[in-house]
C-alpha cells in the first residue's frame, strides 16, 4: 500500500498485513465447529460480534505498519502498549534536519519562532558531534519536534482501541491526523471488518464508513 503523507514530513505506510475479513468470521466460528457457506454469511457473523461486543476473533487480523512522526507524537502513540515496536535509534545513527513546525493557526503566529529554534538545536547538536561526543549524548538537545521512525505491529481488536482514543477531536491534532491515515489502511485492507467497527464499536467522531 503506498505511504500515506501525514503532516509537513511524516507518513503512515501499512508494509504487512495478514488475516483478514475471512479470518474474524473463521476464528468465531471454531466455538460451535461450523462452516461459512457464503461471504454474505461472513459479514453477518462479523456485524453481530461487533454489535455483542465478542472481540476475540478481531485478534486474528494482524497489521504492520511504518511509521515516520514527530517525537512527541510517538510518545503518545507508545502508551498504547498491546503491540510491537521497534523504534528508530538515536545512539547509533545520526538524525537528519526533519522537524515538524505546526502551521500559525497551531502556533498562534509563532512557527518562525518555533523553527528557529528548532534549527539552533539542530546546529548544536552537529556541533557536539563533531567534537566526538557520541550521538546517545548530543541527542540530549533536540526538541520533541523531531521526526522518528518506527515500525508497530498490531492486531485489529488493539488497532480499534488505539482509534476510538486517537481518531477523535479530543485526541491532540498530529496524532488525530496519524489515526485517521491508520484507520485509512485498516478500511482499505478489511472493509467488512472495519464498518462493523464503526457502526458499533467506534467511540470517537472523525471516522465514518
Known sequence: ????????????????FFGGDKAVAMAARISYMSKSNSIEEDKRLIELLAKLGHESPFEHIVFTFHIKAPIF????????RIASINERSGRFTEFEDEFYVPPDERSENSSKVMEESMKNAFETYNL?????VKKEVARMVLPLSLYTEWYWTINARSLMNFLNQRADSHAQYEI??????????FQISCPVTYSAFVKNLYKGNLLEI
Do not use: F, N
Open 1 to 16: 500500500m503506498e505511504k500515506i503523507k501525514v503532516l509537513d514530513k511524516g507518513y503512515v505506510e501499512l508494509v504487512d
Open 128 to 132: 557536539l558531534i563533531s567534537r566526538g
Open 176 to 185: 488525530q491526523r496519524y489515526a485517521v491515515a491508520v484507520a485509512r489502511c
Open 73 to 80: 507524537v510517538a510518545r503518545q502513540w507508545m502508551r498504547h
